[in-house]
């Protein structure tokens, strides 16, 4: 975290205290960091629990994996307008879009909400375009892979032509996330191509279903990953973590998720967890995620 002059050094999320945070940017003043939403959401968790404001912080800058809405909306409530986002990939760091602080905090704005939703505009030095599997761009609101060009964007992968040659085409970054653009060129994300769970043939993204159940009041976190089933390919499995002191059955999820996606969307199977796995930048980690399930398959009910 940055004040006007020195640096600070705080621990990774596995040492990480609000509080510090917050009692830091009290006595710094004007400070600046850049965090994963899942750190955005302990902050304002402990700010709620505390009566603080975020006194004394300038900017937090998040990215790194999604912002859902809910979470941005009541960061801003309790926190004011000190948030920009920005999308970006090691191999274009920082640099493809970013959502700046009039953008999440205008809420004159026409379809304001939709936009909190969405990760901002392509940055001055970017080109960015929405396109099929032949490399066709799409028109506004149809989801296809987001690809980037500019020269913020890598030369290639150190020692790795095979890598270098799928990623890179024709002056092109594919980067394998999926998303849309609306007529004024704001991108939202939709998920890693890798991510998207395909049941029955039809696509079912994960942030989707997440939204829908983070919106139910209680639940603190929540991360959707497909499991393999023998008749429709892929199965939805919701991973839940309920706020202290809060309870939910698994068919009231069930029918909240029914009141906001569609039938084939919901989670067949919900596995109510302490927590979830996260990297140092507190990214969750659904690949530890999909591995559990491989090897608890049999332990989940119907």
Not at 202 to 217: D, K
Not at 220 to 233: K, Q, T
Not at 247 to 262: F, K, P, R, S, V
Request: hydrophobic share 40%.
């Amino acid at each position: 975290m940055c004040a006007p002059a020195p640096r600070h050094v705080v621990p990774p999320p596995g040492g990480f205290e609000p509080g510090e945070i917050i009692s830091l940017s009290k006595r710094l003043r004007n400070v600046t960091f850049f965090v994963a939403p899942t750190v955005v959401r302990r902050l304002v968790e402990h700010a709620k629990a505390h009566g603080e404001n975020g006194d004394g912080i300038k900017t937090i800058v998040y990215g790194g994996g999604p912002m859902y809405v809910a979470d941005i909306e009541e960061a801003v409530a309790m926190m004011g307008t000190c948030f920009v986002q920005i999308y970006g990939q090691g191999e274009s760091p920082m640099t493809i879009t970013a959502l700046s602080r009039t953008q999440i905090g205008d809420r004159g704005t026409p379809g304001w909400r939709d936009r909190l939703a969405s990760v901002g505009m392509a940055q001055s030095c970017v080109e960015l375009r929405i396109v099929d599997s032949e490399g066709a761009t799409l028109s506004p609101g149809e989801v296809g892979e987001v690809i980037v060009a500019g020269p913020q964007v890598m030369t290639g992968y150190w020692c790795n032509d095979q890598a270098t040659a799928a990623t890179l085409r024709a002056g092109w970054l594919w980067t394998g996330d999926l998303g849309r653009l609306d007529e004024d060129g704001f991108l939202t994300l939709t998920d890693r191509s890798k991510d998207v769970i395909i049941s029955g043939g039809s696509n079912i993204y994960p942030r989707e279903v997440e939204e829908a159940l983070l919106s139910y009041p209680g639940v603190a976190e929540a991360s959707v990953v497909g499991r393999p089933h023998p008749d429709w390919g892929e199965e939805v499995i919701a991973f839940v973590v309920l706020a202290q002191g809060c309870d939910a059955e698994q068919d009231a999820l069930d029918a909240h998720c029914l009141g906001h996606i569609a039938r084939f969307k919901r989670p067949r199977h919900y596995v109510f967890v302490s927590g979830l796995p996260k990297n140092n930048y507190g990214k969750i980690l659904k690949t530890e995620l999909r591995e559990r399930l491989k090897v608890q398959n049999d332990n989940f009910a119907d």
